[in-house]
């Protein structure tokens, strides 16, 4: 990822700030919800693309970096959030740039922290796995530490992310199949598919997605409010020779369970070819 020297937007930078390496979509997110929790710290992006920075600026009060040196410098965090394929070239840039953070998280699917440990071995890393539902405060993230981050830094990167919802640590070896897992896609491509099937029996499309979104969503909420099990949810729900019962047989014996599998298994298969030079 090459960025743009240009300082023509450039604004002065205090400590501490939090930087962000990169203005896509999961840095728009984790920034709406760092604002809508209150969060007023100054937060600088730099991004090639000055359209982005821009947006990110006008929208949500960031700072614009003129230049890679100047995000990094005052930076209590530096946040490395590019795609996996251009992980490797921003780290060569930051080893050049005479700035070196201290404390990194890579937002980086399958990016592991050997990579980038040996490309800026003096910074203290951390991998993460924010949602982008972190955009409206009720994100999962998940936290991988480096054995050299100390207590406090741990702290700090916690607290970071849970202005924005949830937070877990998850083993490195077991990443991948959380980033496979955790991914609000499996909600938007179940209320869809859900959603379908339901007009194709007949529902216009207005109900068909009101009934199948209230099937997911709301029973999900019921699963975290009730304190019951899943065990117990679905005998509740699903009465032997009942409505329910028949239409969850069917999906399993059509094989709901194993797609299901073999998506996840996919999923983790792209993110170790990310890993790969």
């Given at each position: 990822?090459q960025?743009?020297?240009?300082?023509?937007?450039?604004q002065?930078?205090?400590a501490?700030?939090?930087?962000?390496?990169g203005g896509?979509?999961?840095t728009?997110?984790?920034?709406a919800?760092?604002?809508?929790?209150g969060?007023?710290r100054?937060?600088?992006?730099?991004?090639?693309?000055?359209?982005?920075?821009?947006?990110?600026h006008?929208?949500?009060?960031?700072k614009v970096?003129?230049?890679?040196?100047?995000?990094?410098?005052?930076?209590q965090?530096?946040v490395i959030?590019?795609r996996p394929?251009s992980?490797?070239?921003?780290?060569?840039?930051?080893s050049?740039?005479?700035?070196?953070?201290r404390?990194c998280?890579?937002?980086?699917?399958?990016i592991?922290?050997?990579?980038?440990?040996?490309?800026l071995?003096?910074t203290?890393?951390?991998?993460?796995?924010?949602?982008?539902?972190c955009?409206v405060?009720?994100?999962l993230?998940a936290?991988?530490?480096?054995q050299?981050v100390?207590?406090k830094?741990?702290a700090?990167v916690r607290?970071?992310f849970q202005?924005?919802?949830?937070?877990v640590e998850?083993?490195?070896?077991?990443?991948?199949a959380?980033?496979?897992?955790y991914s609000?896609?499996h909600?938007?491509?179940?209320?869809?598919?859900?959603?379908?099937?339901a007009?194709?029996?007949?529902?216009d499309?207005?109900?068909?997605?009101t009934?199948?979104?209230?099937?997911?969503?709301?029973?999900?909420?019921?699963?975290?409010?009730?304190?019951l099990?899943?065990d117990?949810?679905?005998?509740?729900a699903?009465?032997?020779?009942?409505?329910a019962?028949a239409?969850?047989?069917?999906?399993?014996?059509?094989?709901?369970g194993?797609?299901?599998?073999?998506?996840?298994?996919a999923?983790?298969?792209?993110?170790?070819?990310?890993a790969k030079p």
């Amino acid at each position: 990822m090459q960025h743009s020297s240009s300082t023509a937007e450039a604004q002065p930078i205090k400590a501490p700030t939090i930087s962000f390496l990169g203005g896509g979509r999961i840095t728009s997110a984790l920034i709406a919800g760092l604002r809508l929790a209150g969060d007023r710290r100054e937060i600088v992006v730099h991004d090639r693309n000055l359209a982005k920075t821009k947006r990110l600026h006008l929208e949500l009060r960031t700072k614009v970096a003129g230049n890679l040196r100047d995000t990094i410098e005052h930076a209590q965090i530096v946040v490395i959030a590019v795609r996996p394929a251009s992980v490797i070239g921003l780290l060569d840039e930051i080893s050049k740039s005479a700035a070196t953070p201290r404390l990194c998280v890579s937002l980086a699917a399958g990016i592991p922290l050997t990579i980038l440990r040996a490309a800026l071995p003096m910074t203290r890393w951390v991998r993460a796995m924010p949602s982008p539902v972190c955009r409206v405060g009720k994100g999962l993230t998940a936290l991988c530490f480096d054995q050299t981050v100390n207590k406090k830094d741990r702290a700090v990167v916690r607290e970071f992310f849970q202005k924005v919802g949830q937070v877990v640590e998850v083993p490195e070896q077991q990443f991948d199949a959380f980033t496979a897992t955790y991914s609000s896609s499996h909600g938007y491509h179940a209320l869809a598919a859900l959603a379908t099937a339901a007009q194709r029996a007949g529902l216009d499309p207005d109900t068909a997605l009101t009934a199948a979104a209230h099937a997911l969503a709301d029973g999900i909420q019921y699963w975290r409010e009730s304190g019951l099990t899943l065990d117990e949810l679905l005998h509740e729900a699903a009465t032997p020779g009942g409505i329910a019962a028949a239409t969850v047989t069917a999906m399993d014996k059509a094989g709901y369970g194993r797609s299901v599998q073999k998506g996840l298994a996919a999923g983790i298969s792209q993110a170790r070819r990310n890993a790969k030079p």
